[in-house]
Structure formats: C-alpha cells, structure tokens
C-alpha cells in the first residue's frame, strides 16, 4: 500500500529575499526524532531562485548540507546540486527509482531505492561506497545512530520486506534486521536508545537500538503509513484511520487519540513545544494541541496534504496537491 503522487519534474528551491538560511537539513524532518522544526525563520515573502528538471517524478524530500542539495528522483538517479545556483554537481544512477529522502551524514548520503538496496555514496563526488540489498522497495528515509565503545555509526531504514534493517556504517553490513508483519513505508525515529516506527500492520513498534529485540508494540487499528515524531516523552503519529494519536514512550500508554476528521493521514507530523501540525488527505492541514490532541485551527488547500510541514520560527511551510506551497 502505498500513495501516488501527482508527477513533479522539477525540483524548486524557494528561498527568502536575502542570503541563504545558513542551517543544514541533514536528514529527513530534520533530526533523528523526526520533528521536523528548524531553527531558522522565514520572511513574509519568498522568491523562486532556481529549478531543476529531471527525468520523471520527485517523490523525495531533499537534504541540504554543506552548501549541497542531495534528492533522488524516479528516474533512478541520485542528485547533487549546489544550494545557490541549482546546478548538478553529480549524479548517481541506481537500478530502479528513488523515492526515498536521502540521509547525509559523515560525508556520506545514505538513501534507499525501489530496486530494494540502500546506497552509500561520497557525498563529495557521488562514488558508490557500498550497498545493501533488502528484500523490497525502500520508501523512507534512513535514520542513524551511534552504540558502542568506540562508538559505532548505525544506520536503521525501513523496507517492503516487512524489516528493519541495522546496518554498519562504514561497511555496509548487517547489525540485525527487526521483522514485522506487513509494510514498512515511513522513516523510523530514534530517541533515548530506540528505534520508534509504525507499519502497515497496524502497530506502533518500539525496538531497542543496540539489540534490536521490540520492547513495545501498541495496536492502533490502522496503516500507519507516514513516519511519527518523538518529542521528549511522547510519540506522535498520524494514521490511515483519520486519527493523530500522542503515545507515552516510557509506558507504551496512548495518551490521546484525536479523531475529529473523515479523511486518512499520509503525512508526518511536525512537533513544537506546544502544537502538532499535520496535513490530512481532507485537503487540510491541522494544528492540534500538543497537550491534549483537540484541534487549534485548520488551513483548507484545494489539494491532498500528503507532504509533511516544517516549522520555521512562527510560520509552518507546506505543499499541498494543489501545486502550492
């Protein structure tokens, strides 16, 4: 089960009037607890600086580190291009298309494919590092993490062969895999020493990063197809059951489910200190109380909110399926 997208075939860069924000966007939503809150602020007005056009659809988000944008594209291939100007810097060509967000860490891009493999590439140069082969497409973007003494740089990524996969770093090989019993679509987030993901079983997983062995699994009685945000203690996530459901990760409690809405939920929430946002297949994109899950206010679109908001200072930006941002 998976989404389809309007096709895009170009990739536009909005940035505001002025210099470039000066902050790097290394992985999908932002950090490894997928909150999807950036540290910069936005003006009233933004202006188009550049496009880029590849072979067929962009279903990726992009990272941005270092001066770079790195994205991937259902024509196969894996892009570099400078941040200022949009022009490529590289490209990598994989067996099949990548709609996967790409991961940038240590001077590598870490990104997973619908031939089912996960690439390493020089983010240098877009060299080829090694990859590693699941046993389905890969959808969402990787997620790191550091164990051991020294300690060691872990990757976790999601596939369609209904795993987890831990993979080392710097050889490509298997840590452990953690098996559920469907689909696995979203990025998985990482706090407090776990791996916290949802699945098309039905079920929030939480699985200890160093092992691998599941401490927890919560029932929610729908898809949950997006990737879910961990702010301190709680676990937010949307579902294809028309709810937005807050989780205790210290009980593996449900602490709210809010299901005010007839429409299911692709995207991944983003998480402040006091609100949740999320964009509904209504057509909407909600704000809820971070506390108590009940709706602040709602932005009607003309189009699916299938993509996820970022937070900047105190404006949230977002696409919708109606060719806006």
Partial sequence: MYCSFRFVVALAVLWPLGALAAQDWPIFRGDPALCGVSTETLPDALELRWTFKTGAAIKSSTAIVGGKVFVGS???????????TGKKI???KADDGVEASPLVVEGRVYIGGTDGQFYALDAATGALKWNYKTGDKILGSANWFRMGAPPALRLVVG???????????????AV??????????????????QIIFGGCDGQL??????????????????YIAGSPAVNGAHVFAGDYGNEVLCMDLATSKIIWRSKERNAPFFSSP????????IG??????????????????MFPTQGEVDGSPVVCGDKVIFGSQDGRL
Avoid: M
Avoid at 74 to 84: I, P, R
Avoid at 159 to 173: E, I, L, M, N, P
Avoid at 270 to 277: E, K
């Fill in 159 to 173: 596939s369609y062969d209904f795993k987890v996969h831990c993979v080392d770093a710097v050889t490509g090989k």
């Fill in 270 to 277: 983003a998480v402040t200190d006091a609100r949740v946002l």
């Fill in 176 to 193: 452990w895999t953690f098996e559920t019993s469907n689909y696995i679509n979203g990025a998985p987030a990482i706090a407090a020493g």
């Fill in 74 to 84: 259902t024509d196969s291939n894996v892009y570099a291009l400078a941040a200022d």
């Fill in 90 to 92: 590289w490209s990598f």
């Fill in 205 to 222: 997983h939480v699985v200890d990063a160093a092992t691998g062995q599941e401490r927890a699994a919560i029932e929610v009685g729908a």
């Fill in 280 to 297: 509904g297949r209504d057509k909407r994109l909600y704000c809820l109380d971070r506390v108590t899950g009940k709706t602040v206010w």
